[in-house]
């Protein structure tokens, strides 16, 4: 049974990719690798809350929520740091998936060995984190985050700030 789903899984994401409209890298620079400590420390130093999303290029829910990110990211960026981490990915594959859905204006890092959401206690992906502007951790939203639950989370940060 694992073996079935692991091919309708690799069948899933070569369909989603065939057919797929080349898009214009220039824009996308590569994705700078990120440590968890990094992380930490680009969030206490940003000095707003801050939205952690946890994503791949392969990954379908990720397609789903990233024009949602973008949106909040428009609306909220002033007071919110958005910030993506790409794991278990390829730099071309993570750059296009970047100028695809838009998402040029917040940085975006780079963690082929998961050690973000490993450190944080987390696997899959898609995964939200959201953290106060002191950079503690206040909640974590694993799968596919929908416009409600991103907006409470996102309120509830601006809240405590």
């Given amino acids: 049974m694992k073996e079935l789903a692991a ?18 890298l220039s824009g996308v620079p590569e994705l700078p690798s990120i440590s968890p400590d ?12 801050a939205v952690v999303n946890v994503w791949a290029s392969w990954c379908i829910p990720c397609r789903s929520e990233a024009p949602l990110l973008r ?5 909220e960026g ?3 740091l958005f910030i993506g981490v790409d794991v278990q990915d390829t730099q071309s594959n993570a750059r296009a998936f970047i100028a695809e859905f838009g998402l040029t204006n917040f940085d975006h890092y780079f963690d082929p060995g998961r050690s973000v959401p490993n450190t944080l206690g987390r696997t ?14 206040v909640s974590a939203h694993s799968g596919v985050i929908d416009e409600r639950t991103l907006a409470a989370s996102i309120s509830d940060l601006v809240e405590r700030d």
């Fill in 7 to 24: 091919v309708l899984a690799a069948v899933i994401v070569l369909l989603a990719s065939c057919g797929r409209p080349s898009v214009d």
């Fill in 38 to 49: 990094q992380l930490h420390a680009l969030i206490r130093d940003g000095g707003r809350p």
């Fill in 71 to 75: 949106a909040a990211h428009e609306e």
């Fill in 78 to 80: 002033d007071r919110i």
């Fill in 124 to 137: 899959g992906v898609p995964i939200t984190f959201f953290f106060d502007s002191a950079g503690d951790l």
